[in-house]
């Protein structure tokens, strides 16, 4: 174990933690300046930001694969596919539910429920549909990048307010008196000081980690399915859980719900354009992958309904799926002996359980509805 490995791991826990404190510093602000609330900043400003490290990924493998360099059977645009399904499981079950379970419980704004989460499940199913010939081309990225724009110019559209009205669940956090004392470029330096430290602390934890995983005999295969996997969405978990922790509940669910769905129009779309050949779509990503990131985020609807409220021991269990997914590709790519009986576990205890703990919850949140109505 390398001295160098270490001080990647520092400065990576260090970058992450001091570059979700400037971005949620920075979001908050900026959300109270504009007038719009931190939810929509959350869905836009700061989803956008986080996904960053995933766009660089995917654009950078489309560019390199089309390149002289490319061997014979480089498929460029591959990666794009696994790191947005990776990514998207991982806002979801890791991102939130770590942040509920250590944050508190997180509070989910109506318009997340009624309008974001089902886009999040309609632009799943769409990409879906689209690798159903196991290749999204480049016609199917400009449709993904326009729907994108369209939601983005809609939701600033709808959600502006009076830029001197500073929203209400920003009143702790943000000390109104003082707001126009500090100039705007200072809060915007935050933000993309922020970003910049988040994606330099993602990459520098991830390549100390691997360093440390192979001194320690763990196989590239299962590194490049836990660590590499978690490390493009640290981003998203600092900053969730951050904002959980400074009381910024809101907008910890719209960075996390909002990068899905920059991953899904933004980071695909993109690729999808500029990618010389079509993006090829694995069969098993058609079979298992997006279909579990498909669960996962309608999942997020009974869930999110019960109270508008995210609670600790639901986030406990988002973690504890994330675990147990994270278990079933270890176990799957290593070819285990135990892989079949994980599976049998999987498929009849977990998935059932799961089932009946978003029915029942959804029966709590319609019960609970129509005695407050």
């Known amino acids: 174990m390398s001295v160098l490995s270490i001080v990647l791991l520092v400065v990576g826990i260090a970058g992450l933690v001091i570059g979700a404190e400037g971005l949620v510093r920075g979001a908050a602000r900026l959300a109270a300046r504009t007038g719009m609330s931190s939810v929509v900043i959350g869905l836009t400003v700061v989803a956008f930001g986080t996904s960053a490290p995933e766009l660089a990924v995917s654009i950078g ?63 799943s199913v769409l ?22 724009v369209v939601y983005l110019v809609w939701t600033v559209t709808t959600a502006r307010r009076r830029p001197e009205t500073v929203p209400d669940e920003l009143a702790d956090v943000v000390d109104a008196d003082t707001l126009h004392e500090i100039p705007v470029r200072v809060d915007v330096g935050y933000l993309l000081a922020g970003l910049v430290l988040l994606v330099i602390g993602s990459q520098a934890l991830v390549a100390g980690a691997t ?64 990618a010389p050949d079509a993006i090829p779509i694995a069969e098993s990503s058609i079979q298992v992958d997006l279909p579990v990131m498909i669960v ?27 675990a147990a997914y994270i278990a079933w590709l270890v176990l799957d790519a290593a070819e285990s002996d135990f892989s079949d ?33």
Do not use: H
């Open 211 to 274: 360093d440390i995983a192979r001194d320690l005999g763990v196989s590239d295969l299962v590194i490049g399915l836990t660590v590499v996997a978690i490390g493009t969405s640290l981003p998203e978990v600092a900053t969730s859980v951050l904002a959980a922790l400074r009381g910024e509940r809101d907008l910890a669910v719209g960075n996390a719900i909002g990068s899905n769905l920059f991953n899904l129009l933004a980071v695909l779309g993109v690729t999808a354009s500029v």
């Open 127 to 148: 990409v879906l549909v689209m690798a159903l010939d196991e290749q999204i081309g480049r016609i199917e990225g400009f449709v993904l990048v326009g729907a994108l």
């Open 296 to 322: 996962v985020a309608v999942a997020c609807l009974p869930i999110f309904a019960n109270g508008q409220v995210l609670k600790r021991w639901e986030g406990a269990l988002f973690f504890l799926l994330y």
């Open 341 to 373: 009986q994980y599976n049998n576990v999987m498929l009849f205890f977990v998935v059932p359980l799961l089932a009946v703990t978003m029915v029942v919850t959804g029966l709590q949140s319609r019960s609970a509805s129509k005695s407050s109505g």
């Open 61 to 123: 493998d489309v560019l390199r694969g089309s390149g002289a360099e490319a061997g014979p059977d480089s498929q460029p645009g591959a990666l794009a596919v696994g790191n947005v399904v990776g990514s998207n499981i991982a806002n979801i079950l890791l991102a939130l539910g770590v942040s509920a379970a250590i944050g508190g419980s997180l509070v989910v704004a109506r318009r997340i429920v009624r309008i974001d989460v089902p886009i999040m499940i309609g632009a």
